[in-house]
């Protein structure tokens, strides 16, 4: 898949790529889960208001007895929303959540607007401001656009006849400014959606720059000392084997001298690109320094890292990139880490043996 493919953004503000869509709203699963149990909040708290209201003016009527039932439990499911969204794991069960609770604020309304015997035009503002109040949540735009079209048909269906005075071209005229209220909603919300994605591929892309060797395109230095950092913790906590590979070219400076320097770059990335090949997905590759390489191995002891070497030593004596009488070898170094040892001492340990390859005769490997 090309780079403008992965990144096309549909109409409604998703990635066409399915898994950059999940690392998206994977990214963005933190700040959605507050968004949802503060709106969750606000909403409850709004409609609580309501009725004390309908308490201080209403209390002892058929209607309040009608209708308080209606408003408390949908205050209720608000601080169920609030309590449940700060510990949502993964982001379809937000979904799936917020897609329920707009719907139960649809129900709810409608609901409360049956019990009255007649309407005004406060009614209308409901309307608008609940269908408002549901792209506020962080849903997806097609279940939003699904629950508020609902609602809207279900509102001209229903409690609209109840509205005192209603003459058909005021009917028009407010089918109108739903029309208006939902088109508004749907392009803002859209607009925002895919102005999100655009910054997240911008930061993605940077990252990945900032992470890569502009020459090979696997990662460099800095990005595999962080690795290191990272799974080093993990093995001392779990007691998992962890491993790395130092390898370089012998006599690269040979290979330019005698071909060129732009033949020689040429040379690392077609290396580069067998040993990408070669190891797994899980394996951090990157290029410690001129004609130097660093494997970061998770899960692997020593007896499977000499093992893999010796699988890359021979990939790359079957792939020679030049022609002539020069024939591209690598040395290499592999050592385990140890419980307790310092990344300094780990890297120090496996450039030692890397040294001991090289000086040994070269095209070997050391562990």
Same mark, same amino acid.
């Given at each position: 898949?090309?780079? =403008?493919n992965?990144y096309r953004?549909s109409?409604?503000?998703?990635?066409?790529d399915?898994?950059?869509?999940?690392?998206?709203?994977?990214?963005?699963l933190?700040s959605?889960?507050?968004i949802?149990?503060y709106?969750?909040?606000?909403?409850?708290?709004?409609?609580g208001l309501?009725?004390?209201?309908s308490?201080?003016t209403?209390?002892?009527?058929? /209607?309040?007895?009608?209708v308080?039932?209606?408003r408390?439990?949908?205050?209720?499911?608000?601080v169920l929303?609030?309590?449940?969204?700060?510990?949502?794991? %993964?982001?379809k069960?937000?979904?799936l959540m917020?897609?329920?609770?707009?719907?139960?604020m649809?129900?709810v309304?409608l609901?409360t607007?049956?019990?009255?015997q007649?309407?005004?035009y406060?009614?209308?503002?409901?309307?608008?401001?609940? @269908?408002?109040a549901?792209?506020l949540?962080? #849903?997806r735009v097609?279940?939003?656009q699904?629950?508020?079209f609902?609602?809207?048909?279900?509102?001209f269906?229903f409690?609209i006849r %109840?509205?005192? =005075?209603?003459?058909?071209?005021?009917?028009y005229?407010?089918?109108?400014y739903q029309a208006?209220?939902?088109v508004?909603?749907?392009?803002y @919300?859209?607009w925002?959606e895919t102005t999100?994605? %655009?910054t997240?591929?911008a930061?993605r892309e940077?990252?990945?720059?900032?992470?890569?060797?502009? /020459?090979?395109?696997i990662?460099n230095? %800095?990005m595999?000392?962080d690795a290191?950092?990272?799974?080093?913790?993990?093995?001392?906590?779990y007691?998992?084997?962890?491993?790395?590979?130092?390898?370089?070219v012998d006599n690269?400076k040979?290979? #330019?001298? *005698?071909y060129g320097?732009?033949? =020689?770059?040429?040379?690392l !990335?077609d290396? &580069?690109a067998?040993? !990408?090949?070669?190891?797994?997905?899980?394996?951090v590759f990157?290029?410690w320094g001129?004609d130097?390489f660093?494997i970061l191995?998770?899960n *692997?002891d020593?007896?499977?890292?000499?093992?893999l070497?010796?699988? /890359?030593?021979?990939?790359? &004596? #079957?792939? #020679?990139?030049?022609?002539?009488p020069i024939?591209i070898?690598?040395s290499?170094?592999?050592?385990?880490?140890?419980?307790n040892?310092?990344?300094?001492?780990?890297?120090?340990?496996v450039?030692?043996?890397?040294?001991?390859?090289?000086?040994?005769?070269?095209d070997?490997?050391v562990?």
């Open positions: 898949m090309d780079h =403008g992965k953004i109409f409604v503000g998703e990635f066409t399915k898994s950059l869509e999940e690392a998206y709203l994977a990214e963005n933190d959605s889960r507050r949802t149990a709106m969750a909040l606000v909403f409850g708290g709004i409609l309501f009725l004390m209201h308490y201080l209403e209390r002892g009527t058929v /209607l309040f007895a009608n308080t039932p209606v408390l439990a949908f205050i209720f499911a608000s929303v609030f309590l449940t969204a700060r510990r949502i794991t %993964k982001h069960q937000l979904v917020n897609s329920f609770y707009q719907a139960m649809a129900v309304y609901l607007l049956h019990y009255f007649t309407l005004n406060f009614s209308v503002l409901g309307l608008m401001t609940i @269908t408002l549901m792209y949540l962080p #849903n097609v279940h939003s699904v629950v508020s609902v609602f809207s048909i279900l509102f269906v409690p %109840k509205l005192e =005075g209603l003459q058909v071209n005021e009917l005229r407010i089918i109108t208006i209220m939902l508004h909603c749907n392009i @919300t859209c925002a999100k994605r %655009k997240f591929v930061k940077l990252l990945e720059l900032s992470s890569k060797d502009p /020459l090979t395109g990662y230095r %800095k595999f000392d290191v950092d990272q799974w080093m913790g993990f093995s001392e906590r007691s998992h084997p962890l491993s790395i590979i130092f390898f370089d690269f040979e290979v #330019n001298d *005698t320097h732009i033949e =020689g770059d040429r040379v !990335k290396l &580069a067998v040993v !990408k090949q070669s190891i797994r997905s899980a394996d990157a290029r001129g130097e660093a191995l998770p *692997t020593l007896p499977q890292a000499k093992k070497a010796e699988r /890359l030593k021979g990939c790359l &004596a #079957n792939n #020679n990139p030049l022609e002539g024939k070898t690598c290499f170094g592999v050592a385990q880490y140890e419980p040892e310092t990344k300094q001492s780990l890297l120090r340990k450039d030692d043996l890397l040294l001991e390859a090289k000086t040994g005769g070269r070997r490997i562990g």
